[in-house]
């Protein structure tokens, strides 16, 4: 498993994170040999958020219960979760007071004293910049939280939130898969204004991560769009799979592997972040950590998936 320190951080981390929004109903011994199976392929980080679950702080709760980790394993493993949401709205909530109640409600069901990565989840339209840095300043003095961060945040979000708050932003949660590119896509079809591909719809969020050592974190590594399925034997991607296949089978690896492969290939050192619960398929993914895709076999991935290359 690939590891590096995360910017702004003194905080050593896998490129494949173990996201844990779907564990509500699992039993303890699910989630154990789920999270077993992940840190034994290296994965020693698991990604949270205060509403994952069927209600406030549930698969956080569901963790904890299962895992009981000792002290050394708590040590061991980058715990990170997320608040801003509130789901009965819907809407989000940047104030001092939710993030601070969010932060304790989320130590309390994790059954620890600090949190290593605090993100907010997703853009507040009513956000206070001044709010989020006496919480986060708040949260950082008591111990409580090593490290901050953001989740879907543009840049013009981003600064506006580093204008006020202290403390580095170390992480950009977004969605991206072979798919689902449009960050990367935009700069590789620049200016073709016949191309709704060079359309840039997030300020350049990309480049802006990496000149500012902000890691990427890919969410929904494997879906074809929002939540529209994955794109793994899909009618819609027939190229896709048959190149995803082939490689495959010359690297030795499941087709998963693949697909984690294209995004921890990319020189932005992202993270990716599995959704799934399956421990056979967190394994296979794992086995991307590293892959050495060549350029000519990063590019015809992206061409597979519908993009052009000019």
């Known amino acids: 498993?690939?590891?590096?320190?995360?910017p702004g951080t003194d905080i050593v981390v896998p490129n494949v994170v173990l996201g844990l929004m779907r564990i509500g109903d699992m039993s303890d011994d699910a989630v154990r040999d789920l999270v077993g199976t992940a840190r034994d392929a290296g994965i020693t980080f698991v990604d949270h958020a205060d509403v994952y679950g069927g209600e406030l702080h549930a698969c956080e709760r569901r963790f904890a219960e299962a895992m009981r980790l000792t002290a050394s394993e708590r040590e061991a493993t980058t715990i990170q979760t997320k608040c801003g949401i509130v789901r009965e709205g819907p809407y989000f909530d940047f104030s001092y007071?939710?993030?601070?109640?969010?932060?304790?409600g989320s130590l309390a069901a994790l059954d620890t004293d600090y949190i290593d990565i605090l993100l907010l989840h997703r853009p507040d339209a009513l956000v206070e910049p001044e709010e989020v840095a006496r919480a986060f300043d708040e949260l950082s003095a008591a111990g409580k939280v090593r490290a901050f961060g953001v989740s879907n945040h543009t840049p013009g979000q981003i600064e506006l939130l580093r204008r006020h708050v202290t403390?580095?932003?170390v992480a950009n949660q977004l969605q991206l898969s072979i798919t689902h590119a449009p960050m990367i896509a935009q700069g590789v079809a620049g200016n073709m204004q016949a191309q709704d591909q060079s359309v840039v719809r997030d300020g350049g969020v990309l480049d802006y991560c990496r000149l500012n050592d902000i890691t990427i974190q890919a969410w929904s590594p494997f879906q074809a769009g929002f939540f529209t399925g994955v794109f793994f034997d899909s009618p819609k991607y027939p190229e896709l799979n048959a190149v995803i296949n082939r490689l495959a089978a010359a690297y030795q690896v499941p087709p998963i592997a693949i697909a984690t492969a294209w995004i921890t290939r990319h020189p932005a050192r992202m993270q990716v972040v599995l959704g799934t619960t399956n421990a056979a398929r967190v394994a296979g993914a794992a086995l991307g950590s590293d892959l050495p895709l060549t350029r000519a076999e990063w590019y015809e991935l992206f061409r597979a998936a519908g993009y052009v290359v000019p």
């Open 97 to 104: 007071e939710h993030i601070i109640e969010s932060v304790n």
């Open 1 to 6: 498993m690939k590891t590096f320190t995360l």
């Open 167 to 169: 403390q580095p932003l």
